[in-house]
């Protein structure tokens, strides 16, 4: 999982796409959480690659248990060949066999992720919490948390714009998913 550099208010990554949003509150039924999807075939022998939430992406290779949307268990062993993650599933022995996989998501049990300790969190946790600023000024919610190299960026929808806001110390002031809030040091026009 991606930790965010700074020593407070830490993050770790596992899926960015706000559309999954809907997905996940689904399958967290079953206590699952998104950790990548699959990408292009690999291949003629039913290998598939796999584009990794996790980062470094070889994160992924930590897990051993995996599951499809459906909730059921898929046999997937995890090799990182030439710079990638490569899926072989049980019995998947052809490119036709595995064709239809691409784009769905694989899921990983939210009891295997590494304890966070204080300060960390997931970024499925920060999604739609609720932001304001040192004032107590409502600026909106947070739809998406995105990385765009220098830093993590959390996109606040407020009632007629989107914010986005770096997620470092300079901004962020306090944290709170139990209150559903992050306050900010960012100044609201």
């Given at each position: 999982?991606?930790?965010?550099?700074?020593?407070?208010?830490?993050?770790?990554?596992?899926?960015?796409?706000?559309?999954?949003?809907?997905?996940?509150?689904?399958?967290?039924?079953?206590?699952?959480?998104?950790?990548?999807?699959?990408?292009?075939?690999?291949?003629?022998?039913?290998?598939?690659?796999?584009?990794s939430?996790?980062?470094?992406?070889?994160?992924?290779?930590?897990?051993?248990?995996?599951?499809?949307?459906?909730?059921?268990?898929?046999?997937?062993?995890?090799?990182?060949?030439?710079k990638?993650?490569?899926?072989?599933?049980?019995?998947?022995?052809s490119?036709?066999?595995?064709?239809?996989?691409?784009?769905?998501?694989?899921?990983?049990?939210?009891?295997?992720?590494?304890?966070?300790?204080?300060?960390?969190?997931y970024?499925?946790?920060?999604?739609?919490?609720?932001?304001?600023?040192?004032?107590?000024l409502?600026?909106?919610?947070?739809?998406?948390?995105?990385?765009?190299?220098?830093?993590?960026?959390?996109?606040?929808?407020?009632?007629?714009?989107?914010?986005?806001?770096?997620?470092?110390?300079?901004?962020?002031?306090?944290v709170?998913?139990?209150?559903?809030?992050i306050?900010?040091?960012?100044?609201?026009?």
């Amino acid at each position: 999982m991606k930790r965010h550099q700074k020593p407070k208010h830490q993050l770790k990554k596992y899926q960015p796409i706000q559309k999954l949003k809907i997905l996940i509150k689904k399958i967290n039924k079953i206590d699952l959480i998104p950790i990548a999807k699959f990408g292009k075939t690999y291949g003629l022998k039913g290998e598939i690659t796999l584009v990794s939430f996790s980062n470094p992406i070889k994160n992924i290779l930590n897990y051993q248990s995996f599951f499809n949307q459906k909730g059921e268990q898929v046999l997937l062993t995890l090799n990182f060949k030439n710079k990638k993650i490569i899926g072989k599933i049980s019995q998947k022995e052809s490119v036709n066999d595995v064709k239809d996989l691409v784009n769905t998501l694989i899921y990983i049990r939210i009891k295997d992720l590494p304890a966070l300790q204080d300060g960390e969190f997931y970024w499925d946790e920060l999604i739609g919490l609720n932001v304001i600023d040192k004032k107590g000024l409502t600026l909106g919610k947070v739809h998406k948390i995105e990385n765009h190299g220098a830093t993590d960026l959390i996109f606040i929808q407020t009632e007629s714009e989107e914010l986005i806001i770096p997620y470092i110390d300079e901004f962020i002031e306090d944290v709170s998913p139990s209150k559903n809030l992050i306050t900010v040091n960012w100044f609201a026009e």
